[in-house]
């Protein structure tokens, strides 16, 4: 019968204190009430359950049970035990202010995230359900710091299929997105010796204190048309490229600044880290490989499911040179031990099964028709903004002309309800701000029944109607 309780009951951590035990409990159980502890509505034990649990007499919880519902701390409900008093305090209504931002931001064209309302929930879930049920013992224990063999694998192969990545699975790392991933290499940088990584002029907001946390200087790269600007590394000791599609800018490297940099990393003994976050979306032309297949003991490959999938999921994935796999598994360890399998498993089901490149393509298809819908729009209703950057990716950079200032834009949006970023808010450092007035637009963001709306609300803000 003790066994039974004890399967079936509900924890409750109590202090008792003090020589009577019933006068302790009832104190005990005031304080968890009125502190919070135990918020309204939480089931308690039942009296038999929690007496076995405290080693005290059935009856002294029932009595101190009865008590605290005769003074309105406990409810006892029948059939259903019993439970925290409800209090007759009403929940605090939402201020002003955060009724206000709620309203503000009806519409979000902000980069960054991908369609959330796209996510593929009903093949997430059964991949979940396949995987975990295929699953043997030991994906569920401490698992080999680098990833599930599983996950590794079926990257590995993905990886060499879509992007031209040279790979085997014993140099794919799993972390905890790019964000992660980015920090190890830092440490292991910074380990090795290494005082400066070089930037690109414009980048994802919070790169610079990453790097900087870890002791890293930054140096910061200028980037044209074609590309970050490799003749002016000068003596870094790694630099981050956003290869495939300059982050914001939209610009791809070009292949002469391809084999620059490769040329300068072998000179140096340098490390180029490719964040290749949006690769798989290319509209235009057949997708540029990755820079990484040029140098692989060069150039550590980074790619994320937070564009092809969501930010939620947390899983990203590093191709890393041979000799370097080992620092990285140090970092990761001190950092988490391994990523989670269960997400692990489902990934790697996902990509095997295909449904991964079914999600991928059909968020191509999708993302290209409102980038054409995007650019049309601007072309009929603002032809003062130059579209650029939109050969691929999630976003658009709307470069407005000479003079104007970004921060007015982004209030008109705020305004009408739009949420919007300058590129000034993506500079490396103050001094280039406002250099090149322009808007980074996110034209992924929205769920699709959003989308005309917030595009609206967008050539509103720009042309001041
Ligand atoms: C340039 C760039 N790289 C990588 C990422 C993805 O980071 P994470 O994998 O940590 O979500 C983003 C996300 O916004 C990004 O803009």
Redo the contacts with the bound molecule.
Sequence with gaps: VQERWAISGVDLHLDLRGPRVRAGLEAALRDAIASGRLQPGTRLPSSRGLAADLGIARNTVADAYGQLAAEGWLAALQGSGTRVAGRTVEPVPPTASQEESAIRFRYDLR???PDLAAFPRSSWLAASRRALRGAPYRSLDYTDPRGLPELREALAAYLARTRGVHVSSDRVLVC??????FGLLCDVLRARGARTIALEQY??PGIVDIATARGLRITTLPVDAHGAAIDRLGPADAVLL?AAHQ??LGVPLAAGRRAQVVEWARRRGALIIE?D??GEFRYDRHPLGALQALAPELVVY?G????TLA?GV?L?WLVVPEPIVGELVQAKIRADRNSSAFDQLTLAELIRSDAYDRQVRRARLAYRRRRDRLALTLQRRAPHVRIRGIAAGLHALLELPAGTDEGEIISRAARRGLALEGLGDYAASCDIRGETPALVVGYAKPPEHAFTAAVGRLVAALTGD
Excluded: I, V
């Excluded at 905890?176 to 991933?181: K, L, M």
């Excluded at 994320?304 to 564009?307: I, Q």
């Design positions: 980069a960054g995230s905890t997105g790019f964000t992660q991933g980048l994802q956003t982050f914001p964040d976050y949006d980074a994320t499911a937070s564009k930010p947390r990203a």
